[in-house]
Structures are given as C-alpha cells and as structure tokens.
C-alpha cells in the first residue's frame, strides 16, 4: 500500500511540474508562434495588408487581391518542405458575383515563394536560401539546379499544384474589408 | 563510501568518465546538432536542464522509488522534464528551437541521462547528485561545444553565427568571421563531416590521454575508460 501511495505520489508531483510548466510558458509561446509566422509573411506580402488576426483557411490567407498559400511538398531531397507562396489573383473578380468570376478571371500568378521549413542538404539543395537567394527570378533561364534537381523540381512542382488550388478558390464576397 | 570518493566519481564526468568522449553515450543529438556552436549550446543548456533536475529528483525520491518499478518512474522524471526543457526553449529561444527541437526531444531517450541517474543519484544524497550532474552535464557540453567549434569554422569559416537565437540580439555581433571567404569545408556541417571531424577530436583526445597516462605511470599501463 505504502509502496503504490508512493508511486501516486510521484506522479502527482511530475504532473504537476509539467502542468505548471506548460501554463507558465503557453503565453509566450503562442506569441512567438504568432510572430514567427508574422514574420514569415512578411517576406511575401507588404506588412500594412496583413491583417491582425491571420484567419487561414485550409491552407491559404486571402489578402485583398492576393492569395497566400501554405503547401507541403512530400518530395523533397530530404523530405518534406512547407512553402509560403503569394500569387497575384485577377481583380476582375472581387465585384462579381461568384458564378462569373471562375470563367472570367485567368489563372493566378505567382509573386514570391520562400521556404519556410526544410531538411535539403545545407549548401546544395538550400539554394533557395543562401547560394541563390533569388533563384525564383532567374527561373526562366534557370531550369534546375545543378546538383539540386530533386529539390528544383519538388519546388516547380509544388508550385504548379499551389496554382492549380489558388485557381479553384473563391474570391472572398469583399476580399480587402480587412482593416 | 568517503566523501572524497564520492566527489571524485561526481567530478568525474567532466574528464576521465566524460559521457561524451570516454563512455560515447549521447552520440546521436551529438553528432546531429553539434554543426555550429549555437546549437551546441542549445542543447547542452537543455541536457543541462534534464540532468541536474532528473539527478536532483531521484536522489530527492530515492527512498520512495520502489525497486521493481524504478527504471519506469526513472523514465517518467527525465521524460517530465525533458518536455519542461522542450516548453521552456520554445517559449525563450524560440529561433532555436525552431532548428533543434527534435534532438531537445530525444534527451530523454539519452542514455547518459538514465545511466547518472541509475548509477549514482538513485544511491546519494541530494548535493552529491547534484554535483554529479553538473559535472556530467559539463563534460558533455565541452564535447558538444568543442565539436560544434571546430565544425562551424571548418564548414562556414566563421564561429558564433546564430547565437541571437539563443541570447538575443546583443549576441548578433558575437559573429566572428575567422577563415577568408572561399576556405570553407561544407561537409563538416553535414553528418558525414560530424563523423569525420568526432573521430578526429576523439584521436586526439585519447593520444594526449595516453601521453599523460604513460608520463604519470612510466611502465605504460592505460586507464580502462569508463
């Protein structure tokens, strides 16, 4: 009996240890989580259009007249990689009513893509950070590269699957009633 | 056992039993995190953390803890407070955390953890346990650090790249560029270079051992390690 009260005990006293933990830092840590992601779409989108509270949806952020996507690619050289992408969407649709803004509107097209999480090989495959920081402008004379094929083409094609979804959503009613 | 004893196998975590580079225990966050020296100390804060407090609370509780059930509620502190470390990282050095959570996560898996814990702090009283713990946690920390140096200059040619991550901005001018741009190995930042640049250090480390041994004890016999 001795021995199973003891036991109790010591689990009481861990619990507690860890509850009054997580209670002490949760605070802060929702706060850096907010700001880290604060952070990450500023390098995207112009910071006065972010609004205050980022309400995403199933992936992506609706800002005016662009659209943030999150996207997982699962074919990364070292495994998966969370993109942040911002497409340019076609204002022609924002004072249409919805029926008519699929067929009038063309396909978004892509403003800026970082990488927010990533496990490529550091100094090949991170091109995307440190050798050629801005890779996505030279894209067009660049077609992959050399030594990161696996990473370049995990990129296009994510970013190729980021237009075919950014295509299929709906504008919001008033896209820019954000403060 | 005599006092003396005691703090002598409590010290001696930081050389002659260093868990790190005399028992190669903890190798794998070791090897994995240790490719700047802002990681290091990352994790050597965070090991720090779970070995003096799992030390600390089993020495504490060693007449409550149950001989039958002691390796499970062994498991169950350095779990509690591997996930304290976890919590606490990520709430004051989050950039860090961003990069070695993983391995912060796997301490508790470290058997250099449950061997201090097992071996000495479930059979000594609160301050030998204590002492026992900081010496260990410092021996492994001078490992990871002195890897985690040797690797960042190999690899970047700077050291202290990062370390506003763990101390702040302040620390952004603690970034000291050493080797001329273009004299960087950047395979010493990757596993292979972690394995390359540990054997070489841990060469070292048992030639100047030995010289030492065979200096104090001229018929040459060497310590048995760990």
Known sequence: MKTWLSLLGICVLLGGLLSSTYVLTKPKIQANRTAAQRAALTNLVAPQTLPIDLKWQQGYLPICEQLTLESVVANGYGGPMTLLMTFQRDACASNQPQDQ?????????????????????????????????NWLEQQPSVDS??????TANALRNAVAAALNVGTAIPFATNPCDYP | MTSINLRQQAMSGIT???PAW??????????AVSNSLANALGLALASTLVLVGSNVTVAALRTFIPGFARLPLFMLIIASFTTCAV???????????AKIALFVQIIVTNCMILARVEQFASQ??????????????LGFALALIGLG?????????SIGGG?????????????LQLLPHGAQFPIAALPPGAFIVAGLLLGIGTAVQQRLSTKHNPKGSVDEPG
């Open chain 2, 87 to 97: 919590l606490l990282l990520e709430a004051y050095a989050f950039g860090l955390y």
């Open chain 1, 145 to 150: 590269v050399s030594g990161a094929t696996i």
């Open chain 2, 22 to 31: 005399v028992k190669l225990l903890g190798l794998c966050p070791l090897l």
């Open chain 2, 124 to 137: 000594q009283a609160i301050h030998w346990a204590l002492l026992d713990a900081l010496a260990t946690a």
């Open chain 2, 163 to 175: 370390l506003a991550s763990l101390f702040g901005p302040v620390a952004a001018s603690w970034h």
């Open chain 2, 16 to 18: 002659r039993a260093n």
């Open chain 2, 149 to 157: 140096l040797v690797r960042e200059l190999l690899a970047t040619g």
């Open chain 1, 101 to 133: 803004s699929q067929s009038q509107c063309s396909s978004p097209s892509l403003l800026k893509l970082v990488v927010s999480e990533h496990a490529e090989t550091p100094g090949i495959g991170d091109f995307f950070e440190t050798t050629h920081p």
